[in-house]
């Protein structure tokens, strides 16, 4: 185990709980379509998908997939992070090449490279916040806020010590440059759309 690994298993099973049995119950539990579950900081949020949300999704993982190969983007998928029972699905994941899953089935988030979140009104305090931070402390290279209700992008890189030394935003409209980080492109944010 590496030293992420065991942080992430310390703090999950320091209060008795794991993410795995708080997943366990959730899949027993009517979840509405098109609502998305998280665990954040040991809380279960349920967040429908709009329109909105995801146009920009779907456009971002577009652009990804004319650098990256499919099974290297990911949406919607579980990955377990730093910090008291943090299970999340972030909108959009870009996986390192070798990233493989670990034996419980899931990806690992030391091979995250990049994520993205598009805000929802309902839960956009976890992506300023606490997720930042797991993402962060995780040393997620590259860390994007799509923002509808502001129009804008923040970009977050360079990870060190639990924050990212760089934050850049963007207005709707401009290019997200990302050629200078791993990778390796520019994102057009012209058709967003905004809430």
């Known amino acids: 185990m590496t030293v992420l690994e065991d942080r992430i298993e310390m703090a ?3 209060k008795g709980l794991t993410l795995d049995m708080l997943f366990e119950h959730l899949e027993r539990m009517p979840v509405p379509e098109g609502y998305k579950v998280e665990i954040v900081e040991g809380a279960i949020f349920m967040s429908p998908q709009r329109d909105t949300h995801w146009e920009i999704i779907a456009d971002l993982y577009e652009q990804l997939r004319t650098k990256y190969p499919r099974k290297r983007v990911k949406s919607d998928v579980r ?3 730093p910090g008291y029972l943090n299970g999340f699905a972030s909108d959009v994941t870009v ?3 070798d990233a493989s899953k670990a034996d419980n089935g899931y990806w690992l988030c030391k091979d995250v ?3 993205a979140e598009v805000i929802s009104r309902g839960t956009a305090q976890n992506d300023y ?3 930042k931070d797991a993402y ?3 040393e997620v290279p590259v860390y994007l806020i799509a923002d509808p209700y502001q129009g804008k992008c923040h970009l977050f890189t360079q990870p060190k010590d639990g924050e990212y030394v ?3 935003s963007i207005g709707f409209g401009a290019d997200v440059d990302m050629t200078g980080t791993v990778l390796g492109l520019t994102l057009k944010t012209d058709e967003f759309p905004r809430d």
């Open 166 to 168: 760089i934050e850049t």
């Open 95 to 97: 996986m390192a090449e």
């Open 79 to 81: 990955v377990d992070y």
């Open 129 to 131: 916040g606490p997720k």
């Open 113 to 115: 490279q990049f994520v």
């Open 136 to 138: 962060a402390t995780a």
């Open 12 to 14: 999950n099973e320091s």
